[in-house]
């Protein structure tokens, strides 16, 4: 039985969101839904961040999905750390923290799924159109959210 | 006769009337305070009409009561009374009151402007999302709770019927979209194109609405969205907004409610208060330990002036002149100059 996922990709202050029913045999493409960036509230981030909680709880609700998948924060040790930086994790928070007030979350690390699926990284993956045909029907998938779809195809295989 | 254990809804004062009937609080049993919107038959309404209605204000309630949102008025019960030929919907009471008061006192400012906006766009979402339409959007019907969070009030009330027919009477005739009046089809995109009209009257207060012709007249004529006329305070992104979603071309609307949402969180919301009169308008901004002025005033269409200041807000300082015109004007010059000082601003 096929079921809905939901994924989040934060950059800075936006949200890009990608939903997608999956079918069980993990042949079968995952159908795309919805695939939106969501920007955060211009103005006071406190009440921007109560916003943005309170959309990302009321979308999952509606969209009944089955569960979340996140990308997990990710830094060098040797990266510096800025506001942006800080501000970005800010709002991964919020949406987490709404996502679980939901549903299942499971936050995935890049290189983990580098690690784990197929033979290449993501980033190749991400760029290749090829992969990206066999893998989604439905709906179309902006290329730039195909990070935050990679989620939800790697997912299959965890 | 002892009294009933469990007491039966009682009807308090009246808060007041919609299309479709009154609102009176009431006292339930379980709920404490709630609102009871009484509706009756309507006298051009045949008994078979009545019965399909109540057929579907009952489904609209049964599911309105399963699906619970933060942004939606929630629906109690609903009960025939009088013999059926009348209907008790009971629903949370929201002590704000609605946004009709706000709106007939004035302008609101940008910042509640975009946080109604917000709340009942995320309300309307999930509805959409259920696939549902409210068909009925308007400052009326936008309700505040006792935490000033907006509420979507009165929703599936209305029938596509009902809206070209016998309700229509009372003024929402005004948010009816372009190709409703044609096609008599409501759907997502006519309940953004309400909800965009209600945001300009929400930004304009009653007083400037209320000078230009009715919606009625001139949107089935088409072309309505660039006949708007802005508060010059009103910044470019609000204005691009609320033409989108009045748009005649359904196809060139926000598409949905999620996209309202992204508009609404990229718009500017500087924080004028203004106060629309019979011939002027004012705005106060404080900034710091001052306050800024503007005013605008008009002794016929083409004798105009402005003038804007800052102040200061204790009892040191000096007034500074900020800008405006030195002789009388014309009202078209006076707005693009008012429009170039709030750019700047």
Request: charged share 20%; net charge positive.
């Amino acid at each position: 039985m096929s079921k809905r996922l939901a994924s989040f990709v934060v950059s800075g202050d936006d949200v890009k969101v990608v939903v997608a029913q999956v079918p069980a045999d993990p042949k079968d493409p995952i159908s795309i839904e919805y695939d939106q960036t969501w920007k955060l509230q211009s103005g006071d981030r406190e009440p921007a961040l109560c916003m943005l909680h309170q959309r990302c709880a009321s979308f999952l609700k509606e969209k009944q999905v089955a569960a979340v998948l996140m990308k997990a924060s990710a830094a060098s040790p040797l990266a510096k750390v800025t506001l942006a930086l800080l501000h970005s994790a800010e709002v991964r928070g919020v949406v987490i923290a709404a996502a679980a007030s939901v549903t299942e979350v499971k936050t995935m690390a890049k290189n983990v799924i580098s690690r784990t699926y197929g033979e290449r990284n993501v980033d190749e993956y991400v760029k290749d159109d090829s992969f990206w045909t066999a893998q989604t029907t439905g709906g179309k998938l902006r290329a730039g959210s195909r990070e935050a779809a990679m989620l939800i195809v790697a997912s299959r295989k965890a | 006769m002892a009294p009933p254990v469990v007491p039966p809804l009682q009807l308090l004062g009246k808060l007041g009337a919609g299309s479709f009937g009154e609102v009176f609080e009431g006292k339930d049993v379980v709920h404490g305070r709630v609102a009871v919107k009484v509706m009756s038959r309507a006298p051009t309404e045949t008994e078979a009409e009545w019965d399909q209605r109540k057929a579907g204000l009952l489904a609209e309630a049964q599911s309105l009561s399963a699906a619970e949102h933060r942004n939606v008025v929630r629906v109690h019960s609903i009960t025939e009374v009088n013999g059926g030929d009348s209907i008790h919907l009971c629903m949370a009471h929201c002590p704000g009151g609605s946004l009709q008061t706000c709106y007939e006192q004035g302008p609101m400012s940008l910042q509640a402007v975009r946080k109604v906006a917000t709340e009942v766009t995320l309300g309307l979402d999930a509805l959409h999302m259920r696939g549902m339409l409210h068909r009925d959007i308007k400052p009326g019907n936008l309700l505040l709770d006792s935490q000033g969070v907006a509420l979507l009030g009165d929703f599936g009330l209305v029938t596509d019927r009902l809206l070209l027919g016998y309700g229509s009477g009372i003024g929402y005739k005004d948010h009816i979209a372009y190709e409703v009046w044609s096609s008599a089809q409501t759907s997502q995109k006519s309940d953004i194109w309400a909800l965009g009209m209600t945001l300009y009257r929400l930004l304009h207060g009653d007083r400037w609405y209320s000078a230009d012709p009715a919606p009625r007249a001139s949107v089935p004529a088409g072309g309505y969205a660039d006949s708007l006329r802005w508060l010059p305070h009103v910044p470019g992104g609000w204005r691009r907004m609320i033409r989108k979603m009045l748009n005649d071309d359904t196809t060139l609307r926000y598409q949905s409610a999620q996209q309202v949402l992204n508009a609404l969180s990229q718009l500017e919301t500087p924080a004028w208060r203004v106060q629309v009169n019979a011939d002027s308008v004012r705005w106060e901004l404080p900034v710091g330990d001052r306050l800024k002025v503007v005013e605008w005033s008009w002794q016929s269409p083409r004798k105009h002036k402005w003038v804007a200041w800052s102040e200061p807000l204790g009892s040191t300082g000096r007034k500074k002149t900020l800008g405006g015109c030195n002789l009388l004007q014309g009202g078209r010059q006076t707005i693009k100059e008012l429009e170039d000082f709030f750019e700047g601003c």
